[in-house]
T-cell receptor, first 113, second 114 residues
Framework: AQSVAQPEDQVNVAEGNPLTVKCTYSVSGNPYLFWYVQYPNRGLQFLLKYITGDNLVKGSYGFEAEFNKSQTSFHLKKPSALVSDSALYFCAVRDTNAGKSTFGDGTTLTVKP | DAGVIQSPRHEVTEMGQEVTLRCKPISGHDYLFWYRQTMMRGLELLIYFNNNVPIDDSGMPEDRFSAKMPNASFSTLKIQPSEPRDSAVYFC????????????FGEGSRLTVL
């Protein structure tokens, strides 16, 4: 069975500071990892994914994530946070043994001016 | 492309009534997923289709829920009879690859059952 953990319900950062939203996963096969963002009253939007290759993945809006196989982590990062980055962020995993994605519980990111 | 289109965006109904939610996936996407989002349970996968065929419906909560995909451009999720605990936001998503493709979500249908 596959699972995803987002250990922080809430992350607060000041505008201009770096941000990290944490994600760890468990799969039986090879992991395919995704980050999505959800703004209020909207559907989830894809940010970035790791399938294979370079462990550092760059995505939309200046976000990046680092795949760490030994720590089974896929943390989302951004060097300089914007107030407009405030939203709910979801990590998701698929493995080669399952066609469906498993989502974490989400982390609310609040960026203060 | 217009993206994944869901209707209605909001639905308020009374307990016992039938509810039908609709979804039009992105053209060319072979996979369609129905999710439910609540504060208590987060994002739950209800069912997903590949080429209009249901692949995994293990997340459908009970027999009151049913989903169909009569063709590649249309899917429905039906709740009959509805109950207050069915109140949630229901999302439809589509994807063009089973494992490596990201999901494209609709804007959701917010269901309130009184």
């Amino acid at each position: 069975a596959q699972s995803v953990a987002q250990p922080e319900d809430q992350v607060n950062v000041a505008e201009g500071n770096p941000l990290t939203v944490k994600c760890t996963y468990s799969v039986s096969g090879n992991p395919y990892l995704f980050w999505y963002v959800q703004y209020p009253n909207r559907g989830l939007q894809f940010l970035l994914k790791y399938i294979t290759g370079d462990n550092l993945v760059k995505g939309s809006y200046g976000f990046e994530a680092e795949f760490n196989k030994s720590q089974t982590s896929f943390h989302l990062k951004k060097p300089s946070a914007l107030v407009s980055d405030s939203a709910l962020y979801f990590c998701a995993v698929r493995d080669t043994n399952a066609g469906k994605s498993t989502f974490g519980d989400g982390t609310t990111l609040t960026v203060k001016p | 492309d217009a993206g994944v289109i869901q209707s209605p965006r909001h639905e308020v109904t009374e307990m016992g009534q039938e509810v039908t939610l609709r979804c039009k996936p992105i053209s060319g996407h072979d996979y369609l997923f129905w999710y439910r989002q609540t504060m208590m349970r987060g994002l739950e996968l209800l069912i997903y289709f590949n080429n209009n065929v249901p692949i995994d419906d293990s997340g459908m909560p009970e027999d009151r829920f049913s989903a169909k995909m009569p063709n590649a451009s249309f899917s429905t999720l039906k709740i009959q009879p509805s109950e207050p605990r069915d109140s949630a936001v229901y999302f439809c998503a589509s994807s063009f690859r089973e494992f490596t493709g990201e999901l494209f979500f609709g804007e959701g249908s917010r269901l309130t059952v009184l």
